[in-house]
């Protein structure tokens, strides 16, 4: 725990530490800290060509080798060993591992869907004790490759799989339905789950709908003139193509020195996610 406490303090990151009971697994420590199991993060040390490195995901998420090999560009990669962890990270106790790249001195690659929580908690070294930090503060002193790591669960061994739903098919598992395509005018921005979804002069866009700065929502914020989503709160714009921040925050935000070029600069690591909108039969969905 020092070596993270100390590591964040001098990085300027505001956090909270907890101790719980002893856990094996980030499922059990979201159990123990009595916080939803998909704000806790599951730090996966992987073995590379050229050495190791970090893999950031949901504890309710599996990682899924095939898509960590697309993202590090190792056809290689495996899951650090035993020995190895033992041999090369003495200080922290096995799945206990902080997401902190800049510590470790290693490449970190995070799932996007650990971008859409306000706050996030993780192991901090030891099985006994987590931090509970801001996802904004956690990122912004590192430099994430935020790619897709993980897939669904895969049904266990004798369950049947999901029964997909009346009207669907197994090309629209994991979409979310937007509403008739005629009530999303030019202009207009709605919600539909996690995603804010708007039409741009004809160009149908979704991006996640928690703004970088404060987490406003997204899905009530208006487009411009250029095709951006502005933040219904501060005036923040983002390009909905890219999910990054073209203009920072206005008003007395925009008075901190060096606030604007930050923000922009975070969100080309961390944009936004985006999303697919497609239309059948006069309805929209995203995915």
């Not at 060993?81 to 001195?105: D, V």
């Not at 969100?267 to 006069?282: I, M």
Request: aromatic letters at 6%; one cysteine or more; proline letters at 8%.
């Amino acid at each position: 725990m020092p070596l993270v406490s100390e590591h964040l303090e001098r990085q300027g990151v505001p956090f909270e530490t907890m101790t719980h009971t002893r856990t094996d697994t980030a499922l059990e420590e979201a159990g123990a800290l009595g916080i939803a199991a998909d704000a806790v993060l599951k730090t996966i040390v992987l073995t590379t060509g050229s050495g190791h490195a970090l893999a950031v995901v949901p504890a309710t998420r599996r990682l899924n080798l095939k898509l960590t090999r697309r993202a590090t560009g190792d056809s290689h990669v495996r899951l650090a060993t035993e020995g190895e962890l033992h041999e090369h990270f003495p200080g922290f106790e096995l799945g206990a591992f902080p997401p902190l790249g800049a510590l470790l001195g290693l490449p970190l690659f995070v799932d996007p869907e650990v971008m859409d929580h306000e706050r996030l908690a993780f192991a901090a070294g030891s099985q006994t004790e987590s931090v509970l930090v801001r996802t904004t503060d956690l990122f912004a002193g590192e430099n994430p490759s935020v790619v897709p790591l993980t897939s669904r669960e895969e049904p266990e061994p004798g369950e049947p799989p999901p029964t997909p739903q009346p009207g669907t098919d197994a090309a629209m598992a994991g979409e979310t339905r937007v509403g008739p395509a005629s009530e999303l005018s030019p202009g207009g921005v709605t919600a539909a789950g996690r995603y804010a979804v708007g039409n741009a002069t004809g160009n149908l866009f979704a991006v996640s709908r928690r703004c970088r700065h404060l987490r406003a929502d997204l899905a009530r914020g208006s487009i411009d003139d250029d095709g951006c989503l502005v933040c219904p709160w501060h005036g923040a714009k983002y390009d909905v193509a890219t999910g990054q921040m073209v203009r920072g925050r206005q008003g007395v935000f925009a008075r901190i020195p060096g606030s604007d070029v930050a923000y922009r600069v975070f969100t080309r690591v961390v944009p936004l996610r985006r999303g697919k909108v497609t239309e059948r039969d006069g309805t929209l969905y995203v995915r």
